[in-house]
C-alpha cells in the first residue's frame, strides 16, 4: 500500500465535527511546532462556512489568548492570520467583540513582526465596521496616530488601512484624533504620490471637518491650497471627499475673510482658464450637472452666451431641446471637448 504524503506544515485533520476541536487542543502542546502547524491548519479550515461557524459559536476563540501571547513569532503571527480571517465575516466580528481578546490582540501593534502588526491592524479595520467596535478602536487613537506617523516612509498598505481605520471611527467621535493632532498630519498625506493614501486621507480629513474643533484646524493648517488642488485629482473619491472638507469648512464660524478672498481668487483663475479654452465663463447649471445628467428638460434652452456641451453635442443660445433629448445646431460630434 503506498504511503500518504503528509504537508510538513500542516497538522492532521479529524473527521467531521471532531475536526475543530482536535486542532485547538493542539494549542496546548508544549511544542511550538505543533501550535503552528494547528494554527496553519486551521486558517485553511476557516474557508469552510460549517467550521468557521463552529470556531465562533463553539466558544474556541478564547483559547487563542495564550497564543497571542507566546513566546514565538511565528505563532504570534499566525494567530493574528487566524483572527483576521474570522474578521470577514459579520459572525466573526461579532464574536471577537463578545470575547476578551481585543486587549491581548491591540498589544501587538507594537509587534517586531511586520506581518503580525499587518493582520492586527487588518482586524480592526474591519471590526470597526460595528459600531461597538468602533467604540473600542476610539480608546486606541493615540497609538494609531502614532503608528501612522511612524508609517510615513513605510508599507503603503499599512497607511491605507490605519487611515481606513481611523476615519470610520472618527465617525463616531472626532475628538480624540484631533487632540493628537490629525489635520497637521493629514495635511502631509494629502499630498501623497499614493493615490490610495490620497483618497483615505481625503475621507479622514473630512470626518474631522465635521466638528467646530476641526473646521478651526482646517484653517489654521491652511489647508485650503491642498483641498482645492485635490478638487483636480484624478480619482473622484478623492475630489467628493476634498469638496466635503471645504463645504464643512466654510460653513465654520471660524472661516475668515482671507480665506473667502483665496476662494474668490482660485475660482476666478479658474474662470480664466475656462475661457481660454473655449468652455463657459462662469458656472452654469448645465456645467455643474454630471456628465450622465447633461440632459436639458424638455422645452429647456441653453442660455450661456458661449458654447456649452451636452452629451457630446454643442449648443448655442436659445437651442431648443424636446423630450429630453437633444436637438444639435449643426450635428453631433463624436464625444466631449478636448480639454
Avoid at 144 to 163: F, I, P, S, T
Amino acid at each position: 500500500m503506498a504511503a500518504v504524503l503528509m504537508d510538513p506544515n500542516r497538522a492532521p485533520v479529524a473527521f467531521g465535527l471532531r475536526a475543530v476541536p482536535q486542532l485547538f487542543e493542539e494549542l496546548q502542546q508544549p511544542d511550538s511546532g505543533r501550535r503552528q502547524r494547528a494554527l496553519t491548519t486551521l486558517c485553511d479550515l476557516m474557508d469552510d462556512p460549517e467550521r468557521l461557524y463552529q470556531t465562533v459559536s463553539g466558544g474556541f476563540l478564547e483559547q487563542l489568548k495564550a497564543p497571542l501571547r507566546d513566546k514565538d513569532p511565528p505563532v504570534r503571527t499566525q494567530t493574528c492570520e487566524l483572527l483576521q480571517l474570522l474578521s470577514h465575516h459579520s459572525s466573526g466580528r461579532q464574536a471577537l467583540l463578545d470575547s476578551s481578546l481585543l486587549p491581548p490582540l491591540s498589544l501587538l501593534l507594537d509587534d517586531p513582526s511586520p506581518s503580525c502588526r499587518a493582520n492586527v491592524h487588518r482586524v480592526l479595520n474591519r471590526i470597526v465596521l460595528l459600531s461597538a467596535g468602533a467604540e473600542f478602536v476610539l480608546s486606541l487613537v493615540p497609538k494609531l496616530m502614532l503608528k501612522l506617523r511612524e508609517e510615513q516612509e513605510g508599507e503603503e498598505g499599512v497607511q491605507v488601512l490605519l487611515l481606513s481605520t481611523l476615519s470610520r471611527c472618527s465617525r463616531l467621535d472626532a475628538l480624540p484624533a484631533l487632540a493628537c493632532d490629525g489635520v497637521s498630519l493629514l495635511g502631509q498625506k494629502l499630498s501623497h504620490r499614493s493615490l490610495n493614501i490620497r483618497r483615505e486621507a481625503a475621507a479622514f480629513m473630512m470626518a474631522l471637518s465635521v466638528c467646530e474643533d476641526g473646521k478651526r484646524q482646517v484653517c489654521e493648517q491652511g489647508l485650503l491650497p491642498v483641498l482645492l488642488a485635490l478638487l483636480q485629482d484624478e480619482d473622484v473619491e478623492v475630489q467628493a471627499n476634498a469638496a466635503g472638507v471645504i463645504m464643512f469648512t466654510v460653513s465654520s464660524s471660524v472661516w475668515t475673510w482671507a480665506s473667502s478672498l483665496f476662494l474668490l481668487t482660485w475660482c476666478l483663475k479658474r474662470r480664466r482658464r475656462r475661457r481660454r479654452r473655449g468652455r463657459p465663463s462662469s458656472f452654469t447649471p448645465c456645467e455643474l450637472s454630471p456628465p450622465w445628467l447633461k440632459l436639458q428638460k424638455a422645452g429647456a434652452s441653453c442660455s450661456s452666451s458661449f458654447p456649452c456641451w451636452r452629451g457630446g453635442v454643442k449648443l448655442q443660445r436659445g437651442t431648443r431641446t424636446s423630450g429630453g433629448l437633444l436637438r444639435p445646431l449643426s450635428g453631433s460630434l463624436p464625444g466631449p471637448p478636448e480639454t
